[in-house]
């Protein structure tokens, strides 16, 4: 019995042998199996033969080569492919719930609650209502966890806790339609506004319903660089008629005249005819006249007729332009300084520097893609000798001021014209001799007149324009007089070439 046990013992282990090498052969890839030494395979079969009979031993028992290879302590997964975890597990997100400080909501849930958790009870309250109703009150703005027990399982919320909302204010805020794309909550605000009015009104709201200052994260999206253009402009005309008489008679006896005031301002006693009369204006009526003289040595006689009829005309022309970025204040001087001494006492004197010609200073604020608002002061000043002063034996002239300052809104472009002004100045005197100037046709002999009118307009027109600087590289207009840089004539040039034409034609620079 024994030895038979050995025999199919043996028989077992080359069938099992046969199979294992037609696996080998189908699968190259799997790994060589090891075949049992002699004293082993001997060692195998009184084992199997102990426990079981060998009518049930099978092939199947003996080892895969596919089932039992072990990857190498180094082998690292396929690229691409993180190793897999087994603990690592993603948790669901919790469910959002929302309720507005003050008020109640309602929850109702499937399975009934056995227990609740609130992780901060300062921003929301939880009551129990029954064991499938919850009731949730929010105390004050705020996020918070709220966990639910059903038996063995779970529910979690995420509660956020945000500021009452009126009804009326929802609907204004639908009706403006700059308000759509702005975040408004009390103590909040965000998103984009396309004005600074709006960005007012939305900061208004946003500060009705809280007593903190608003956290202020919105965007205005406007351009920020404005050019602006002054036009000053100033008529003035001048008319004056003027009419005098000097009748002067000088004999070895008899000295008459008769002349308009402040014509003699002297008398004295000489032999020489016509010099007894002593005269600043050399006995003219008007001296900065047309004066015609009719005179007869031999009888002694001089008559001096002055007529004088003068028209003036002036016109000042500024155009002044600065650029400045909203909110911010530029100012322009074209012009000069004048010195003016200035009295220190024993001390001497000091001078001191005044400015004049044509300033501006402005300040713009961009209030929408098309509005901007435009605080402006231009001047323009000139030195006027004919009211000038003496100061320590110097002349010091005055000025003679134009200025406005205001504040305007226009649009991109548009003109307004900010200050004007029409002078109308009349001016009559006649200086007379009593009675007999009024006698008929003769009595113009016996007086004197003068007609003076002056007439002024002044008028200042502001346009702003949006701007933006010239890209990078990009080509500029040519500069006033860029074609005399190259201006070097010769002598023969100068002597029978030059003209004196030397107008330049417009560039982008000017108009």
Known sequence: ????????????????????????????????????????????????????????????????????????????????????????????????????????????????????????????NVDVINRRELLITGKQAGLTSLLLWSGAATKQYRLRVVPIRDPQVAARRAADPDLKQAVIEPGRLDGRLPSLPAHQRALQEARAGSDKPVADTSRVQLESQVMTDIRIAEISRRTIQQYGLNVLRSSGNTTAGLAPPGSINSLQATDVPWAPYGSASGLLPIQNAFNLVVGDPGRGLLGILSLLEGKGLARTLAEPSLVAMSGQTASFLAGGEFPVPVSQGQNGITIQYKEFGVRLTLTPTILAADRIALKVAPEVSDLNFSAAVSIGGVAVPSLAVRRTDTTVELGDGESFVISGLVSNNLLTNVDKVPWLADLPVLGAFFKSAQTSREEKELIMVVTPHLVRPLAARARLPELPGAEYDRYRPTTAQVIFGETGDFRTPPTGFSR
């Open 1 to 124: 019995m024994r030895r038979a046990a050995r025999l199919g013992a043996g028989a077992g282990l080359l069938l099992a042998c046969a199979l294992a090498a037609a696996q080998q052969a189908a699968a190259p890839a799997a790994p060589e199996v090891k075949v049992p030494f002699e004293d082993e395979a001997q060692s195998a079969p009184k084992a199997a033969a102990e426990t079981k009979p060998a009518a049930e031993t099978k092939p199947a028992v003996a080892p895969k080569p596919a089932a039992t290879a072990k990857a190498p302590a180094d082998a690292r997964p396929p690229a691409g492919k993180p190793p897999a975890d087994p603990k690592a597990s993603s948790p669901a997100e919790p469910a959002a719930l929302e309720v507005e400080a003050g008020t109640h909501r309602l929850v109702r849930e499937a399975l009934g609650i056995d227990r609740v958790a609130v992780g901060n009870p300062a921003v929301a």
